[in-house]
């Protein structure tokens, strides 16, 4: 009997339309990919904070956008989105190891992609150019995921 080991390194790729349900079907597709992989430690952070990108892109962005999940290798995952809008977004339009500024108390909103800049180990956004968009990324890896590892 011959035994295949899964790869280290991967990508999975989702065209999203513009939809309230969007988030939904990422985080299902991050379900199913993570547990294909066999990451289960990082699971339930990455499904959350894929659905926080995938939600901004629904909210901010009129047309449809693109999941990417990324294996790194040495468990490390990269989830970027991509969407048209080119506006990169608070938190996202600061440097990366900048401590995450708390939303106001009474705001109903604001606090999504400050999760993934407290949660992720590493994140930002690239303005893709005139009329392409722009991209939002995270990444997690090594033992465990962002903030919840240390």
Known sequence: MVTVALPDTWVYALRLPHDPRAARVARMTVRAALDGHGMH??????????????????????GPASLRLTALGGGRLRVSVWDANPHIPAPFDELPGTKPRPAPVDAVSGRGLLLVQAWADSWGGDVLGPGAGKLLWFEVGGLGCGRQAA
């Open 41 to 62: 430690e990082v699971l339930d952070v990455i499904e959350l904070l894929t659905s926080e990108l995938v939600a901004n892109a629904y909210q901010y962005a009129k």
